[in-house]
């Protein structure tokens, strides 16, 4: 099972974005969609003091007919702030996830905001931890090199491949 360090070193695109707290819903939403993302880590000075999502928005803004030029990310963003520690496993992100509901997660290391996490970047890794203890297991059952068997099974470059390209 992979830390959350681990997870983030993985990303291909390890950038994430932040919004402040006296912004209008209706920059956030700009920033979301020119961006391609769902979500923004809410700030308010230095720190982290929300989570604004596409949800959010939905809910918060246009069920209730509010405009979001004139609506604040203060007024909608979600509170308190899911967080997790670079030191944490991907199993307990995914149980947070499950249990407040939500897809990301800022990762916050001695106070600083230095990622985020996506449900989507949790399921990535759980495939690659799987792939990897299936090719160990089909290496072992017959008693063939690693990357042929990975080669052969799933048409993909074997796990250590995959690691390889991902620490440039």
Do not use: W
């Amino acid at each position: 099972m992979a830390s959350v360090a681990q997870v983030l070193k993985s990303k291909t695109n390890r950038s994430f974005h932040t919004v402040p707290s006296s912004a209008t819903v209706f920059d956030a939403i700009v920033v979301m969609s020119r961006e391609g993302i769902g979500a923004l880590v809410v700030t308010c000075g230095c720190h982290v003091c929300g989570m604004v999502t596409e949800r959010d928005y939905a809910r918060k803004v246009i069920l209730q007919d509010r405009s979001s030029r004139n609506t604040t990310i203060h007024e909608i963003m979600s509170t308190p702030v899911r967080f997790v520690r670079p030191s944490q496993t991907s199993d307990e992100c995914m149980r947070l996830m499950t249990d407040h509901r939500i897809r990301h997660l800022p990762v916050i290391e001695d106070g600083v905001l230095i990622g985020l996490v996506s449900i989507g970047d949790l399921v990535k890794n759980l495939i690659a931890e799987q792939q990897f203890a299936i090719d160990q297991l089909a290496a072992y059952v017959h008693g063939t090199s690693l990357d042929a068997v990975s080669m052969a099974i799933t048409h993909r470059p074997a796990f250590r491949q995959i690691l390889d390209m991902s620490h440039p």
